[in-house]
């Protein structure tokens, strides 16, 4: 099996960090909790996880977390969706495939439910399949449409529970993605998203610049292509039909009290 780009790598450390000294929900203590799943979609309840802080996650702004959580989030969240325009359609996927330094992957991101909070936003669940072994699947609840905000995530790899964390954080945040730094139209002359697209530059904070390219012929965000380092996000193919594979409750880790 050929090594994993930086992105999984992350998910894995991640997971084993937090399995590895909490096997199940009886012997995690009362900081940690089970979300329940609510098929088809399988969020943390809206009400459940206010609770957690009083509605601080609600109220919460992106200049209220913690700067660590930016780089969990960055390895942890697909890239496309930093950098595209939301277009929810339950049931789509897209086929990426991931370069690294250390080889390739390919890696599915699907949309499989949709719900409405008790406060009318609605509620999207996406899951982020990579083809390799063991298998590795990365599940995030995203809030709202038009500015999409990552409220958790969770990451499963068998034969460990999966596990869940709070994130908080806007896909459009520069902290996240990089301020833009112009962009240009171009011409893609190859594969199935051929046709006119567009050339984007972001600037992160750590000096390096991400270059992303974008197509509407692309489902769910519009994004081709995203070249992050040395990592890189190639579009392959979509379709439809996709379904939850989240089969199992995550361990929730706990919001961290202010």
Do not use: N
């Not at 995690?28 to 009400?47: D, K, Q, S, Y």
């Not at 610049?209 to 995203?226: A, F, I, K």
């Amino acid at each position: 099996m050929r090594r994993l780009p930086s992105v999984v790598s992350v998910s894995l450390w991640l997971l084993c960090a937090c399995t590895d000294s909490r096997r199940s929900a009886e012997d995690a203590g009362p900081g940690f909790e089970r979300i329940p799943l609510t098929p088809p979609l399988a969020p943390p309840p809206a009400a459940q996880v206010q609770s957690e802080d009083a509605g601080a996650a609600v109220a919460r702004t992106p200049t209220e977390v913690d700067v660590s959580r930016l780089a969990e989030a960055r390895a942890l969240v697909p890239a496309p969706l930093l950098y595209g325009q939301f277009q929810p359609v339950v049931g789509t996927w897209v086929d990426y495939e991931l370069r690294g330094d250390k080889g390739s992957t390919r890696a599915r991101v699907s949309l499989v439910g949709e719900t409405t909070r008790e406060d009318g936003v609605p509620l999207y669940q996406l899951e982020m399949d990579h083809e390799v072994s063991p298998r590795t699947l990365v599940v995030l609840w995203v809030r709202g449409k038009e500015r999409p905000f990552v409220e958790r995530l969770a990451v499963s790899v068998p034969p460990h529970p999966p596990v869940s964390i709070p994130v908080d954080l806007f896909v459009d945040q520069p902290e996240l993605r990089g301020a833009p730094r112009g962009g240009k139209d171009a011409v893609l002359r190859e594969g199935v998203f051929a046709g006119k697209a567009r050339e984007e530059t972001f600037l992160r904070e750590d000096g390096r610049t991400v270059g992303v390219v974008r197509t509407e012929r692309v489902p769910l965000w519009g994004v081709v292509s995203v070249q992050d380092g040395e990592t890189t996000w190639v579009a392959r193919a979509s379709g439809t039909g996709a379904k939850p594979s989240l089969d199992a409750v995550p361990i929730a880790v706990p919001r961290v009290q202010e």
